[in-house]
């Protein structure tokens, strides 16, 4: 059965391969993004130009923020689900603009569920981040771990937003899962992080920045993983929940680069330089909750998400 579903910052990276897998099964989507020139706009209008002639995509152009807006769309579509993936993104600019990022991303996230409440819509899967473990001593991460120490604005306001989840799931009996993304690359990804932007620098010939000696760790995931356990999510949307969706696996920085080189066949030059405020030195998902209660099975290996990405890059450079 069909749903209509509102997808906040769908026009970005998550959102817009989100929004055509939502078109594909049948749903009607009402994308709602500010297009943000956090990164180049005409990106984001490029990853959904695809999907304007769909009678089933409407396009509202807009904040989070604007209560007038969501009252609007809530009044104008029945909205069945909220995938809220709008924020301001980054843990190293967050630190730069801490006031901004609470605004986006905790006020943002409070209005749309004040707009949800006062609308009678009940159901939201929300875009946490594996941020909110910090620098945890314990790994693999597991949804039980303490995420009382954030180290950045950024991690704090998505630990911030996951409270607010949660309270609205305790008073007004809101169905929410927030999903702590690991990570996430893969064709139309941002253009400052790291994959994409040592892809492009390594293809250009340019110089590659690595922060620390090259052995901190990520579980990187891939998009088409994060996309599913975004839709099994969706349907298995009751109660409150919080889940990682990671790979369940890491690499480290230096081996990124090495996998870069041996799929664009070009040798990376390389500065390193002294690691960064807020950066964690690990992420490592246990998907243990995910796999149990939501069927999550991550499939795409970093190998094979690089050497895609690459294809991809090469297309569209």
């Keep these: 059965m069909s749903k209509t ?4 910052g769908g026009a970005g990276f998550i959102g817009s391969h989100l929004i055509e897998a939502l078109l594909q099964r049948g749903d009607r989507v009402i994308c709602l993004d500010n297009f943000d020139e956090f990164y180049d706009p005409a990106l984001k209008r490029k990853n959904i130009a695809g999907m304007l002639q769909n009678k089933q995509f ?3 152009e807009g904040d989070i923020r604007d209560r007038q807006l969501l009252d609007e769309l809530f009044r104008s579509y029945s909205i069945d689900v909220v995938v809220h993936l709008a924020a301001r993104a980054g843990v ?12 986006v991303n905790v006020r943002g996230t409070l209005t749309v569920l004040e707009a949800m409440k006062n609308a009678g819509v009940r159901k939201m899967v929300f875009a946490s981040s594996s941020s909110v473990y910090g620098n945890n001593s314990k790994v693999p991460f597991s949804e039980s771990d303490s995420v009382d120490n ?9 630990k911030a937003c996951e409270l607010l989840c949660y309270n609205y799931h305790h008073l007004y009996r809101f169905d929410i899962f927030c999903l702590r993304f690991f990570t996430v690359y893969g064709p139309r990804q941002r253009p400052e992080m790291a994959i994409h932007q040592f892809v492009r620098h390594v293809m250009q010939g340019n110089e590659i920045t690595l922060f620390g000696d090259g052995s901190s760790r990520r579980d990187y995931t891939n998009i088409h993983d994060i996309l599913s356990g975004i839709l099994l999510a969706e349907d298995h949307l009751t109660g409150y929940g919080v889940f990682n969706l990671g790979e369940h696996t890491t690499i480290s920085l ?6 870069i ?3 664009t066949g070009i040798p990376a030059k390389m500065k390193y330089l002294p690691s960064q405020p807020g950066d ?3 992420t490592y998902a246990d998907i243990t909750k995910a796999s149990t209660m939501l069927g999550y099975a ?7 998400g690089i050497r895609k990405f690459v294809e991809w890059y090469k297309g569209n450079a």
């Design 5 to 8: 579903i509102l997808v906040t």
């Design 58 to 60: 409407v396009l509202a």
């Design 92 to 103: 190293r600019p967050s630190i730069q603009f801490p006031e901004l990022y609470y605004d």
């Design 150 to 158: 954030p180290i950045s604005p950024y991690a704090a306001t998505k």
């Design 254 to 259: 230096i081996d990124l680069v090495r996998t």
């Design 261 to 263: 080189e041996k799929h």
């Design 280 to 282: 964690v030195e690990i």
């Design 298 to 304: 991550p499939s795409v290996t970093v190998d094979d």
